[in-house]
């Protein structure tokens, strides 16, 4: 069963970048069915799209994150990253990263990392 | 972008009850809506996509219909493992990909 774990600081300061990682594990990054995402939670509220990445390099990204985003993909160690540039205590967040299928009649999001909490503070 | 309106926002139920949750989007997004489970501290959990096909493991008294922009989540007789938030979310626009706020399914 495909896994996905992300890795990162656990605090970032304010005004800095944060940085995570996603390894994929039990399953190709490089398969051409699928997409990779991240997804953030700030604590209590709900689901906010970050933005995908293709295992070739090509994106798309929230356009409200869009300037401060980058999401990039290492098909060599099967894994991909999120930078978000410039942080604010706004961005203090669960940040996921999930799979995401494109059937053409469809898209899902059919597995997610656990989940890590970065909270930004000085 | 495409907002996503859930009603209600929390919802009380009791163990065996039938109960529905509404989604509605501000514009037509064909079936390309899916239903996520969210228990706390934990990862959302794929329940449905395309607005009716039941993902894999996920027991059948989940189910969904609708079309266009008005779509519901039933689950036919609660159990206490279904007690949790969840979450429509769209994919007709990729631009931003969007969720509801969420429905809190609480034990009444």
């Known amino acids: 069963q495909l896994q996905l774990q992300e890795s990162g600081p656990g605090l970032v300061k304010p005004s800095e970048t944060l940085s995570l990682t996603c390894t994929v594990s039990?399953?190709?990054?490089?398969?051409?069915?699928?997409?990779w995402g991240w997804i953030r939670q700030p604590p209590g509220k709900g689901l906010e799209w970050i933005g995908s990445?293709?295992?070739?390099?090509?994106?798309y990204y929230n356009p409200s994150l869009k300037s401060r985003v980058t999401i990039s993909v290492d098909t060599s160690n099967n894994r991909f990253s999120l930078k978000l540039t410039s942080v604010t205590a706004t961005d203090t967040a669960v940040y996921y990263c999930?799979?995401?299928?494109?059937?053409?009649?469809?898209?899902?999001?059919?597995?997610w990392g656990q989940g890590t909490l970065v909270p930004v503070s000085s | 972008d495409i907002q996503m309106t859930q009603s209600p926002s929390s919802l009380s139920a009791s163990v065996g009850d039938r109960i529905t949750i509404t989604c509605r989007a501000s514009?037509?997004?064909?079936?390309?809506l899916n239903w996520y489970q969210q228990k706390p501290g934990k990862a959302p959990k794929l329940l449905l996509y395309?607005?009716?096909t039941l993902e894999s493991g996920v027991p059948s008294r989940f189910s969904g219909s609708g079309s266009g922009t008005d779509f519901t989540l039933t689950i036919s007789s609660l159990q206490p493992e279904d007690f949790a938030t969840y979450y429509c979310?769209?994919?007709?626009?990729?631009?931003?990909?969007?969720f509801g706020q969420g429905t809190r399914l609480e034990i009444k």
């Open positions: 999930a799979r995401q299928v494109d059937g053409g009649t469809y898209s899902k999001f059919d597995s």
């Open positions: 039990r399953g190709s990054i490089s398969s051409s069915r699928y997409y």
């Open positions: 990445i293709y295992y070739s390099g090509s994106t």
């Open positions: 514009q037509s997004i064909s079936t390309f």
């Open positions: 395309g607005a009716s």
């Open positions: 979310q769209q994919t007709f626009s990729s631009l931003p990909i969007t």
